[in-house]
């Protein structure tokens, strides 16, 4: 599948491996949950990069602990309509600090695009090639946000004020 | 009211080039049908039984004249020449076509309006008091929240493909006029112990096939915690609302599913997460917003205006309508003015081009320009001098606009029903417009007082009959129209459902049966009694004996 990373589509080294599937020794795989937990011990002592991939039902709660042990996170969009994963992607880059790459697999369209970017995505795993020229316009259509969220853009009520007015917590919270 | 600032005006006009982008696709055949619907719906555009509906968005139901002159020219070059006010305070436009909908959206943009959000499985727009800001038992103007609530909504990237659609709806005062506690997320305003504003929390509640009375997760939530205490119901609902069946999505089933104190624990676990972390409104950006609404320099109006009295007495016509049109102003001097949109034999709702430009220049003329739309489907003329009122009723009447019937048994709420919707089992107009025209005898429906009646085409229950004091149903009986009839719902503070009478009825008995009702209650009231409070008193039986009795 295409994968678009920093708005133009990348080379993708990891490898999907299925849950009965063997891993090959120079292969870098994303498992599903069920086999990091089931193979927690093997899976760990491989000297090698290892990422995950969590089913839409799947809270990231359940590793919060260890996200520091994988470079990449898949987070799946069964349905497009299924916005379950935003939400997960927020708690792996806010609550549970996870640096690596996140990405978005499944069915993922044009115009999610903005809004996968904000909530922490920084890779699109796309049905086709020519979502990566569509993802220029697809993410500047709308240049203003209304609310914070994982990206750091300021909303349009902080540019309204200002950092000066904005730059302490205490401001932020408005006492 | 309200206005858009170079930030607002640029976030709609740039989500409506990306709409009209979106149309483009699909027009060229880029889009299927199916991939447009879920960019269509987001943008308030429905396909319907004959045609695409667009539904513009009314924030908290209030409108500018101009504005509302600007409805008035897209319903005359876009549509039929009228539109349809909704139970959600917006408006509705039955027949555009695709390819004019940009245009549209330009026009709308133009008067700073849009149909962001009006569809989908997002936060909706949002609802408020109708006499919010001008009210006597108000204790702050619920729209200051509501605005709030409405930019922070406004394509919020986590939020935005939730399990089922996202209702909240705002009230100032303890009068319940909002119906908040049948809202995905209700807010009450009130004063804590100290004097400090903030609000009371309920969720879950809603109307449709199963209805609910929301549950009060917080007793009190200070003003500035606001967006983070929505963020942390939110998220939790996103994440654990169920997807699997489109009738048990809506987090009201989720709320019942996980238990109220489980729901309220994880709630105020992710609020703890959140809070003071930079989410929420910072006070100026909140003050801003406020001074928006701050209440107009009235200037010194009559408070008792002789000629308002002499005028009552000579014109039996505009004392009927006095009595039923107009509430009590906080000021001294001005009055509240409810225009009704139920017309003997009319849809309820639905106003002319021309009845649109005649309210926006009484609202100038008698007003301070501005408009509300009730969720009862009628519009609010909110400062009106008490000595223009003869003047404003002549300019009503002129306009076709002056039924006397705010409040009463034909002032009814219907859902478009099967002439319009593909979800419909049975027509509600038409049953609206057959009890309009029993009571049509306005002394009559003045000496029955009160009476809310309510009618749902389907049990998804757009026309409220859940809290009707008399709701009515279409059900699909084997492939005839039937209709079965609720007693004793209550939108307000003293939410209630109503309780099914009995059997239903067909179309042609559905108006007698309701006659039936109505002279029970005129044969048991006491004292002066609403039909609410009788209810109450007699409960559902002595109604059903009656009523079945006569079958």
Known sequence: ?175 | MYRYDEFDADFVAQRVAQFSGQVARRLSGELSEDEFKPLRLMNGLYLQLHAYMLRVAIPYGTLSATQMRRLAVIAREHDRGYGHFTTRQNIQFNWPKLAEVPAILDKLAEVEMHAIQTSGNCIRNVTADQFAGVAEDEIEDPRITAEIIRQWSSLHPEFTFLPRKFKIAVTGAPNDRAAVRFHDIGLQMLRDENGEVGFEVWVGGGQGRTPVIAERIRGFLPKRYLLSYLDAILRVYNMLGRRDNLYKARIKILVQQTGVEEFTRLVEEEWQQIKDRGFDLPEAERRRIEAYFAPPAYPAAETHPAALRAAEDSDPGFAQWLQASLAEHREPGYGIVTISLKPIGGAPGDATAEQMEAVADLAERYGLGEIRVSHEQNLVLPDVRLSDLHALYQGLLDAGLATANVGLVSDIIACPGLDYCNLANARSIPVAQRLGERFADLDRQHEIGPLKVKISGCINACGHHHVGDIGILGVDRKGEEFYQITLGGRPDEQAAIGKIIGPSFSYDEVTDAVDNIVETYLGLRQDGETFAEAYRRVGLDPFKEKLYAAH
């Open chain 1, 1 to 175: 599948m295409p994968l678009i990373k920093d708005g133009r589509l990348a080379e993708d080294r990891w490898t999907p491996v299925a849950d009965d599937e063997a891993i090959g020794a120079d292969i870098d795989p994303i498992v599903s949950l069920e086999r990091w937990q089931a193979e927690h011990e093997t899976l760990s002592g491989r000297n090698r990069p290892i990422g995950l991939r969590l089913r839409s039902d799947q809270s990231p709660a359940a590793v919060a602990e260890e996200v520091e042990r994988f470079d990449v996170i898949a987070l799946e969009f069964p349905k497009f309509t299924d916005g379950r994963s935003y939400s997960h992607a927020r708690l792996l880059r806010e609550r549970y600090g996870f640096r690596g790459e996140l990405r978005a697999v499944g069915k993922v369209l044009r115009d999610q695009f903005t809004f996968l970017l904000r909530c922490g995505f920084d890779s699109l795993e796309v049905a086709d090639e020519r979502l990566a020229e569509a993802f220029e316009e697809a993410t500047s259509e709308i240049s203003h946000v209304y609310q914070r969220a994982t990206d750091p853009g300021a909303p349009i009520w902080a540019r309204r004020h200002g950092p000066a007015a904005l730059g302490s917590e205490a401001a932020c919270t408005g006492s």
